[in-house]
């Protein structure tokens, strides 16, 4: 099974600022990674997929970059509703055997 | 607009099926690309995708659970079911259907969610 790892956990950060999340894979996954917003109370939303590809009304200060085990979610000038848990999923093989990250929470600081 | 929701029990107990239903719109799941799976998130952990069902009716599981799971398909009524057997208190979680949509193939990614429906186990 591959493992995704992000990191950190918890990052605290203002509105206005920048904040760079990480996910790294525990082994080659090309760029078969996608990124989820989740909101309290609302369902997750696919913000990027094959690592860097924005999904349709993802905003332009989403980005992401990375390929092989190491990953990136870029949110440039952090607005208030950028205040959420993030996933990142890997769906490398076939037969799927998809898997999420922890989450790396960003609140307001 | 594509639109999901899911439904189903919200107790059930240890050791009994689970029966959750998803009933979509927006898309028909008769066309090359579409999909719709099943991801759960227990209270406080990460998300774990389960099982998906595409248009063709090629169905996937995830391999721990494969064994436990089964996804169907009804396009007639624009509704996905998914099973789950021998519940335990490790099952309870959120269960979140999904569309996956907008490429052909065999799409990876859950472009689409519903709001998801709390189950939980009982001794």
């Known amino acids: 099974e591959i493992v995704l790892t992000q990191s950190p956990a918890t990052l605290s950060a203002s509105p206005g600022e920048r904040a760079t999340l990480f996910c790294r894979a525990s082994q080659s996954i090309n760029s078969n990674l996608a990124w989820y917003q989740h909101r309290p109370g609302q369902p997750p939303r696919l913000l990027l997929s094959a690592a860097s590809k924005r999904a349709t009304g993802t905003p332009a200060r989403f980005s992401g970059s990375g390929s092989g085990t190491e990953f990136t979610l870029t949110i440039t000038s952090l607005q208030s509703e950028d205040f959420a848990v993030y996933y990142c999923?890997?769906?490398?093989?076939?037969?799927?055997?998809?898997?999420f990250g922890q989450g790396t929470k960003l609140d307001m600081k | 607009q594509i639109t999901l929701k899911e439904s189903g029990p919200a107790l059930v107990k240890h050791t009994q099926t689970l029966t959750l239903t998803c009933t979509f719109s927006?898309?028909?799941?008769?066309?090359?690309?579409?999909?719709v799976g099943w991801i759960r998130q227990p209270p406080g952990k990460a998300l774990e995708w389960l099982a998906l069902?595409?248009?063709?009716?090629?169905?996937r599981y995830t391999p721990s659970l494969k064994s436990r799971l089964t996804i169907t398909k009804d396009t007639s009524k624009n509704q996905v079911v998914l099973t789950v057997t021998n519940m335990d208190s490790e099952d309870t979680a959120t269960y979140y259907c999904?569309?996956?949509?907008?490429?052909?193939?065999?799409?990876?990614?859950?472009?689409?969610w519903g709001q998801g429906t709390l189950v939980t186990v009982s001794s």
């Open positions: 927006g898309f028909s799941l008769n066309t090359d690309g579409e999909g």
């Open positions: 999923q890997q769906y490398h093989y076939w037969p799927p055997e998809d898997t």
């Open positions: 069902v595409y248009w063709n009716d090629d169905k």
């Open positions: 999904a569309a996956y949509y907008g490429s052909s193939g065999y799409r990876r990614v859950a472009d689409y």
